[in-house]
Each structure stands twice: as structure tokens, then as C-alpha cells.
């Protein structure tokens, strides 16, 4: 027994922080009766039904600045993003129009990008054979509007989950590449079964209370509702109740719906880059966690949020290390598979 077990059973009920019961790993309650694969595979098929409007997230939003440009790539397509004096957000093609030089590394002067080769100035209105695509900041996250690479109906907005209000909230933005594509991260995402198993230094007494149907059509029925404990250190954790939904094809939020954080989300966007030198796919998480309190102690967090944000991506990529090692092996046993139909004449195209 623990020196702190007469301590733990009189631990006041209405804190957040909570006594986690002793358990084992290898003595938790299986879960993979309940993770259908054919459940998970239905649900992931109507994610991919829904709309995007062909919005990319491609960058946290404090990474652009207007003192310098900043490269990404989306799609194989090239970009570079900048602010203007009044901090308004641009995005355009990122080679030079005139002999393709590289206007990540070009110089802001006036709000206009110059390049470094020959000093052509390319600003926020088209000209020269180059247009600026259109971009959104929604204070947390960077998107563009690639309508030639969605080829969806386009939307003149993303599609935002709701958030905790900017004036209360702290967030923190995470980035990983993993060779796999959007569709296999979003899988990931939409087996909240296996979150104790396999990240049990984060996640511990997991329970899926509410799961989609299988046949469900009603996208305001499609979200899973969890009740897990959070693990922060030692014996204590703080347990919630949490729902995942996938608004668009590329997203999945989880929202706490009861407990500490209510309303606290963590949106997990999936951006395509393009091919890498093997020719296998490779695909960006970007991972916004977005918390909120009432808690008094939480104002306090809020004013010193550039020393908490580190940790809150340090945590975030932990877990995102192993959930791309998922998200990856589906990725090769998907490929695997259709090479094996492939070359019985079955089939030509990667399924999701």
C-alpha cells in the first residue's frame, strides 16, 4: 500500500485533480470488441463525404509575421505567407514568377515581397503572372484556398469548430510529418479505443459511452463520447468526459464536453504535402489545443502562456510520435493490400 493511500481517501471529490485506483497495463479491460473496424472504417467514410471548401490549414498563426515571409507546401504546391502593416494574413505561390526563385527568402518592403533575384515586387493584388490565393486567420491557425487542388464547390470560409473565446483561451499549436496520407491520421483519430492502450502515460480508466452507428446518416449524431482520466502525475489525474466529431474531411476536435477544461478543444488538422523522394505520400498534423477555465489559477497560466505553451506542445508531440507510427502502418498495410489487388487485375486505386 502507498504511504499517500490515507491521504487519497480523503482527497475532496470536487477537485479537478483526482486519485487515479491502481491499475495495470496488461490488466485494463480489452478493447477490441468495441472497436469495430467496420464501425470506424462507416464513420471515416461519411467524414470524407463532407464538405472542406478546399481550405488548408498550413501553419499556426504566429509563425507569420510581416517582417520576414514564411515557406509552406501544401498539395506539392509551393507557398509563401506574409502580413501586411495592419497584420492582415497573405498567401501566394511560392516561385517567382519570373525565373522561380524562392520568395520564402524574399525580402518585405512596403507589404510587398521583393525577390532577391532580380527585385521583383509581388504584393497582395495580382500581377505578373501572379495572384495570391485566397487565405484565412482564424487567430489560432493559418489557412489557403487551393479550389485547383480540392476541387470541391468552394467555401469563402473554413469550416471552424467552436472554440473558448480568444480573450480567456490559451492555445498551443503542434506539427508533425508522417509518410501517410490525411485519411489515415483521421482513422487514427476515430478510434478513441485505443487511447489507454497505447498512450498509457497520458490516458488511463478509458470507456467509449456513445459511438456512432454504423448506418447513422445524421452527421449531428456522428461523434463518440469518452470518459477518461488524463494523467498528470504519480497517482492523480484529472478525469473528463470528451466527445470527437470530424467536421470536414481533414479535421477531427475534441471537445470536453464535462469536467475540468469544459469546452477546452484539440483540433487535429491533417494537411497533404505531396510525394516525397521514396513516391510515398507525406502528410502534416497540425494539432491545436485550445483550453479554457474558469479557474482562477488558469488567468494566472494565461499571463505566462509563451512559458506554458512549450509544454502543452511537448505533450502534444509525445502522443502524436506513437499516433503517426498508427497512422503510418495503416498507410502500409493500405498499400500493401492494393498492390495484392492490383496484381491479381482486382482493383488500381488506394482505398480508404
Known sequence: MSILEPLYRRWPPTWPLQPIPPTTWARQQPTYQAADPRLITAVLDRSQQRPSGNWYVFAASDTI?????????????????????????????????????????????????VCRWHGLRL???????????????????????????????????PIIPARP????????????????EPVDIIANRLDPWHGAWFHPYSFTHLEVLDAPSRHGTDDDNDRFVVAVTF???????????AEFTSPEPRTVVMRIVDGEGTDSVVETHTTPL?????GHPRTCVIEAVIADSPRPGFAVA????????????SAAIRLWRDDLAYAERRYQQRSYQQRSLTGRGIGSRLSP
Open 165 to 180: 473565446p480568444a480573450d480567456t483561451h490559451l492555445a498551443a499549436v503542434a506539427t508533425l510529418t508522417g509518410v501517410c
Open 231 to 241: 494523467r498528470v502525475g504519480g497517482r492523480l489525474g484529472v478525469p473528463v468526459k
Open 65 to 113: 509575421h510581416s517582417d520576414r515571409p514564411l515557406g509552406a507546401t501544401v498539395a506539392g504546391i509551393e507557398l509563401v505567407a506574409w502580413r501586411d502593416s495592419r497584420q492582415q494574413l497573405h498567401v501566394g505561390p511560392g516561385a517567382c514568377p519570373h525565373l522561380g526563385a524562392p520568395l520564402a527568402s524574399a525580402v518585405l518592403d512596403c507589404d510587398t515581397l
Open 274 to 278: 505531396g510525394s516525397g523522394t521514396d
Open 302 to 313: 494565461r499571463r505566462v502562456h509563451r512559458a506554458l505553451s512549450p509544454v502543452l506542445r
Open 123 to 157: 504584393g497582395p493584388d495580382a500581377g505578373h503572372g501572379w495572384a495570391p490565393f485566397p487565405s484565412h486567420d482564424d487567430g489560432v491557425l493559418a489557412w489557403v484556398r487551393l479550389d485547383h487542388i480540392g476541387n470541391e464547390p468552394s467555401l469563402d470560409a
